[in-house]
């Protein structure tokens, strides 16, 4: 009866929020500005949002490399792998599969714009950029013009790759230079966009069999049961390191420097990503990739100020309400994010003054360029996002923005009601049906914005046991990143004491102008000031002292005997005056350890609350990081249980035979074993990690000027990401590519073989009297036995037909000459890896030599 939950559910927040908005009449707007604001400042802080993502990437790390021997053992035996084309050529194109460099995150959850939180449903996705590379690269210029073509390259300096533009700016077609050498008059297409995005898939459905798999776009999602989200989106993407446009994004008008003219510049420094998918109806629609401007969008969204990321969530926010009442909005999040991008460019930012009027900014915006038919990308503004948007779909976005408009009011005060409990002391304010005047109302929001910051002290605080598991969890990803300036910041923005802030900082902005003018500064060093509290809490009355203490005459007659013993005695934090003036309810309600002794001694009702609170309080919702010991464990594990992965490819992959799976799972077992021989595994995982957070370089863009400097060492950071394969690699490279020739070239004749023997069944009598008796276990001993004659006994020798002796003594020669082409393979593999061990003990010897000379 879930259906009649949430029904009851929803009619009880439409009571709810058209009491609120009878309650604050005209000021509804002044209701949803202060708690939409007050919510990004304790939610959406940058700096947080970027420690976050570089906590995941560490994790993301991890992840990568026990699963990348499977993505290259896909590549190398799928007849759709990625490397494939219509033609191919030795000299241009590189052999070895493509691998995951970096798994970044990005989209709405990086944005620090996602509604998705533990146990609430939501429809936001989380968006993983899966930065694939090979043993190729880039020419120096890697962005041809359409109809152009660059110089051959020398044979030496192959592979390389090159894009040229298609008709529409937005998609761009791959290619592989020809060297000097290549016998072939026509460039060759390089990485067709649905070969990636069918290795994906395959990827995804191997390592998440259990969830319900869809691709969006470029995007392979996957949705576990469980999940109260719109699942992980899998996007395969490679990086192109020019910026298309880039004169005229830099040189553009602009009435506020948004993003900065640093951002701007490091941004067309850096790139932009490409994603797999072609436009449709293309000629080369599944061969062409489409830029995408992931990176740039989280670096221009973090530059946002609080108030115009709180206009964006607020706008989704209505969208997601909408869905809940069973409307279908068809305007798409990434249109109000590009909205906001171009208005924060296109207008100063002292005129967003609040969230509704900043709502009603955006969908007017929005439905003038609906109306028009263009809306231009704000960082190449030759995209046109609503190009292949048909008018009937256009219809449909203006009708969801007609209602959003209407409706702005109420939807986002049901957010308010869902978000904020304290919202409801409202309801006991003056009449029933009757607005609260001005001021009164900002009292109320006042006590209200004040109540939670006490609440938020006293949950969060941080004495908390669940404080322990934060530090578990997310303290050791920042560490071996080397992140400690981010790591203060991820704990310092999760702390009670900062959301106290952040509530009583709104407050003040709230509150009557006879209590913002009570309220008085003080320098600390000439540049930090703080405020005395003490009016602010002051405009709290009998009832929110009840909602924060259970029996208001209980804490002042605890407070009274705090103050009666000696100041030595007294709690830690201490109190100096009594509970009916201001400075004693500010020095109680705002130290939450004080709050908490206090319940624990007197209030035995809150006491039980207060433990229930501490226990139900996640901090934190992923596992430890695993150590390498683990690691090794779990692929050992995976190692054994090989046997059962054959057939589980097989029902799992559409398409793939047996046979397949068995060469699939061979590769994939012989990459295993080579990354958990002697330290390698260890070597590459730190190689990972200590490059995971500097790959996208967003510490610089929250961190300030001094974070800049940095530039340099995230650089060389990249290219410890990109270390050329040293021998040893190279040769396990080609040992592997060998072995997958030679496995399928194999499979592929003992097919023959089976396939010509059944037609020579279908052409032969077969008579029951002819007959052989063969030894099946040794060949050598192989005898003809005269018709009408009995055979010697024995157990190891069973009757087949002369024909079926022939094909099995063929069968058995193929497979003969199939075990010594492995053998001879591994021969030549461990020769060479024998060879390169000896070289290194001789390189170990000569460097005490040559640090004692």
Request: charged share 25%.
């Amino acid at each position: 009866m879930e259906w009649l939950r949430r029904a009851r559910r929803r009619v009880a927040r439409q009571w709810t929020v058209h009491r609120l908005l009878v309650k604050c009449g005209a000021g509804a707007r002044l209701a949803i500005d202060s708690l939409s604001i007050a919510n990004e400042l304790v939610t959406g802080h940058p700096t947080a949002k970027v420690a976050e993502i570089a906590q995941f990437a560490v994790r993301d790390a991890h992840v990568r490399l026990t699963e990348q021997p499977l993505l290259a053992a896909l590549q190398a035996t799928r007849s759709a792998a990625v490397l494939e084309s219509a033609d191919t050529c030795p000299r241009c194109t590189p052999a070895t599969p493509l691998r995951v460099l970096h798994v970044g995150r990005s989209g709405s959850s990086a944005e620090g714009l996602a509604d998705i939180f533990q146990d609430v449903p939501s429809l936001s996705d989380y968006d993983l950029m899966f930065e694939l590379v090979g043993d190729f690269r880039w020419m120096d210029r890697p962005l041809v013009r359409p109809g152009e073509e660059p110089d051959c390259i020398s044979a030496q300096d192959a592979p390389q790759l090159w894009a040229r533009p298609t008709d529409s700016p937005a998609f761009v077609t791959l290619h592989w230079a020809r060297t000097t050498e290549c016998e072939h008059e026509s460039t060759l297409l390089a990485l067709p966009a649905q070969q990636v995005r069918r290795l994906m898939f395959e990827f995804c459905r191997a390592i998440r069999p259990d969830s319900a798999i869809s691709t969006p776009g470029p995007a392979v999602n996957t949705q576990r049961p469980e999940d109260n989200h719109g699942g992980k989106d899998h996007v395969p993407c490679l990086r192109l390191p020019v910026w298309p446009g880039r004169e005229a994004f830099l040189s553009r008008r602009r009435v506020h420097e948004f993003p900065s003219a640093a951002a701007r510049q490091e941004l067309c420094q850096f790139g932009v990503h490409m994603v797999p998918t072609g436009r449709e109806g293309s000629a080369t629609e599944l061969y062409e990739w489409r830029l995408s401007f992931s990176r740039a969008e989280v670096v221009a969204i973090h530059q946002l100020t609080a108030t115009q990321r709180a206009v964006v969530k607020s706008v989704k926010r209505m969208k997601s309400y909408m869905k809940e009442g069973g409307a279908t909005p068809s305007l798409k999040s990434y249109y109000i994010k590009t909205a906001m991008l171009w208005l924060a460019q296109d207008r100063p930012a002292d005129s967003w003054t609040g969230v509704v009027d900043g709502v009603a900014t955006i969908l007017d915006w929005l439905q003038q360029h609906i109306v028009a038919g263009s809306l231009p990308c704000f960082f190449w503004a030759d995209i046109d996002l609503l190009s292949l948007v048909t008018i009937e779909e256009r219809k449909d976005m203006l009708k969801t923005i007609a209602v959003m408009k209407r409706r702005t009011t109420a939807l986002l005060m049901a957010w308010c009601a869902d978000e904020f409990y304290e919202v409801r002391l409202l309801f006991e304010e003056g009449s029933v049906w009757r607005p609260l005047p001005p001021r009164r109302l900002r009292l109320v929001l006042t006590r209200v914005l004040i109540c939670r910051a006490v609440m938020d002290g006293v949950t969060r605080r941080t004495t908390l046991p669940n404080w322990q598991s934060w530090a578990e969890r997310c303290v050791p990803p920042l560490l071996l990143a080397s992140e400690h300036q981010l790591l203060q910041w991820y704990y310092r923005c999760r702390t009670g004491a900062y959301h106290q802030q952040c509530y009583l900082l709104q407050a003040l902005m709230v509150a009557p102008e006879d209590v913002f003018c009570a309220v008085r500064l003080t320098a600390v060093d000439g540049e930090r000031y703080t405020w005395d509290a003490a009016p602010l809490v002051a405009t709290l009355i009998d009832r929110d002292m009840c909602y924060l203490t259970g029996d208001p005459s209980a804490a002042a007659a605890w407070c009274h005997r705090q103050l009666s013993v000696p100041p030595e005695e007294r709690p830690q934090a201490g109190l100096t005056a009594e509970l009916d003036s201001p400075r004693g309810r500010a020095e109680l309600l705002l130290q939450p350890e004080l709050v908490v002794q206090f319940l624990t001694e007197i209030m035995p009702e809150r006491k039980a609350w207060l433990e229930e609170s501490d226990r139900e309080m996640t901090l934190v919702h992923c596992k430890p990081l695993p150590t390498c010991n683990e690691h090794r464990q779990h692929l050992e594990e995976m190692l054994d249980y090989a046997d059962h992965l054959v057939p589980h490819l097989v029902k799992h992959l559409p398409g793939m035979d047996e046979d397949t799976a068995l060469i699939t799972i061979h590769v994939w077992q012989l990459r295993i074993r080579h990354l958990l021989s002697g330290d390698r595994f260890e070597r590459q995982l730190w190689a990972a990690v200590r490059g995971s957070v500097g790959r996208w370089r967003l510490r610089q863009h929250v961190l300030g000027t001094a974070a800049e400097n940095q530039t340099q060492s995230h650089q060389s950071r990249e290219q410890s990401l990109e270390p050329d394969r040293d021998e040893e690699e190279q040769r396990f490279e080609s040992y592997l590519l060998k072995v997958t020739e030679l496995a399928s070239r194999q499979t592929r004749e003992l097919r023959e073989a089976q396939a010509a023997h059944g037609n020579d069944e279908h052409a032969e009598d077969e008579s029951q009297d002819h007959r052989l008796w063969v030894n099946v276990y040794d060949s050598q001993s192989l005898e003809q036995t005269p018709a009408g004659e009995e055979p010697l006994p024995s157990g190891r020798e069973q009757m087949i037909p002369s024909q079926g002796f022939r094909h099995a003594l063929g069968l058995w020669k193929i497979m003969e000459r199939h075990q010594q082409e492995h053998d001879e393979l591994d021969l030549e593999w461990n020769e060479a890896l024998h060879e390169n061990h000896e070289q290194r003990d001789r390189d170990s010897q000569s460097e005490p030599a040559e640090n004692q000379d």
